[in-house]
């Protein structure tokens, strides 16, 4: 018997009790290989971390009053790549878009022009939202594909990075091996994240993605 707790049966335990404590619902996404598209996300490439399918139908039962037309803009403006920004430029405009909606306009019932924002999330009323925690995502980048372990989805969204590693591996690894690289070959999955957790479940740490190992 080994005598260490494995990522593996860390990854288990935490969907687990999120399901459990959180109601959370689970997906597993891994595929023996990586290029192959039937993971269960329905994304339509894999370089895509927002799952589509999912926000729209959360975002058109938050928002009833606005028009299909209007909800799929606010969709484009989210999946904005914004290359010509920095991650941190990016990410904190993306940021602004979840805490106060994203800015549409549309023709009203009478013909007159009106603008609104399309709300991403209800922060008033948290069961009206859609939890999902993602394992073992295939995310292509530039240099290849990468894996990460954990992802929790709000309403189709990453918000949350989760990465584990072997009780007995120092946590700092997952800092220096994995987060550091995952930033910098696949920054589309950090352009809507909110909190960076890195756990070998004797230590814990959480962070932003501009957080140094000391913060």
């Known amino acids: 018997m080994p005598n260490f707790i494995s990522e593996d049966q860390i990854e ?11 109601g959370y619902d689970s997906l ?3 595929t023996e290989d990586p290029e192959d598209l039937n993971d269960g996300s329905h994304r339509t490439n894999k370089r895509d971390v927002i799952l589509v399918d999912r926000l729209k139908e959360a975002i058109a039962a ?3 009053h606005i028009p299909e037309t209007a909800l799929d803009d606010a969709i484009e403006k989210m999946l904005d ?3 010509t920004m920095s991650l941190v430029a990016a990410n904190r405009e993306i940021y602004t878009l979840l805490r106060d909606g994203v800015p549409v306009e549309f023709d009203n019932a009478r013909g007159e022009r009106q603008q609104e924002r399309v709300q991403l999330i209800n922060f008033n009323e948290f069961d009206k939202n859609k939890y ?4 073992q995502l295939w995310i292509k980048g530039d240099k290849g594909f990468r894996r990460p372990d954990v992802l929790l989805y709000i309403n189709g969204i990453p918000l949350v990075f989760i990465e584990l590693k072997n009780s007995n591996i120092k946590l700092r690894t997952a800092f220096d091996d994995n987060l550091t690289n995952y930033i910098a070959e696949i920054p589309q ?3 809507t994240n ?3 957790v890195l756990s070998n479940a004797i230590e814990t740490r959480v962070g932003s993605i501009t957080a140094e190992w000391e913060h």
């Open 28 to 30: 597993d996404c891994y």
């Open 132 to 135: 999902l925690a993602v394992s």
């Open 189 to 191: 999955l950090f352009l």
């Open 194 to 196: 909110a909190f960076c």
């Open 81 to 83: 790549k914004r290359q």
């Open 62 to 64: 938050l928002n009833e």
């Open 12 to 22: 288990q335990a935490l969907l687990q009790k999120i399901q459990l404590l959180y």
